[in-house]
């Protein structure tokens, strides 16, 4: 991930350096700050452009954690979503893919 809207770079690479992957059938898993969540995905298409929606659970510095989300690809080839935490937080992403 290269950005986030509730939290800034210096937590997201916290503890690694923050990601988000979407794996083959429908699996994936993301990462930042000290919250490490995994991924159940499909694809769903968002104004056009190649997109997914998920849930999630994981941890949140020990606690458990879950939620779901959306991702699509950006008219400059990146990847922008959100992340609604169950009963929290709600977070925009950004990310690019790693070579």
Same mark, same amino acid.
């Given at each position: 991930?290269?950005?986030?809207?509730?939290?800034d770079n210096d937590f997201m690479d916290a503890e /690694?350096?923050? @990601?988000?992957?979407?794996?083959?059938?429908?699996?994936?898993?993301?990462? @930042?700050?000290?919250?490490?969540?995994?991924?159940?995905?499909q694809s769903e298409p968002r104004q056009g452009r190649s997109?997914?929606?998920?849930? @999630?659970?994981?941890?949140?510095?020990?606690?458990?954690?879950?939620?779901?989300?959306?991702?699509?690809?950006?008219?400059?080839?990146?990847? /922008?979503?959100?992340?609604?935490?169950?009963?929290?937080?709600?977070?925009?992403?950004?990310? /690019?893919?790693?070579?």
């Amino acid at each position: 991930m290269t950005g986030m809207t509730l939290w800034d770079n210096d937590f997201m690479d916290a503890e /690694v350096p923050a @990601f988000i992957e979407f794996r083959g059938e429908g699996r994936g898993a993301f990462q @930042f700050g000290y919250v490490s969540c995994q991924i159940d995905w499909q694809s769903e298409p968002r104004q056009g452009r190649s997109g997914a929606v998920f849930t @999630f659970e994981g941890n949140d510095e020990m606690d458990p954690t879950s939620g779901r989300g959306w991702a699509a690809i950006g008219p400059d080839g990146s990847l /922008v979503g959100k992340l609604h935490f169950h009963r929290g937080d709600t977070s925009g992403f950004s990310a /690019v893919r790693k070579r």
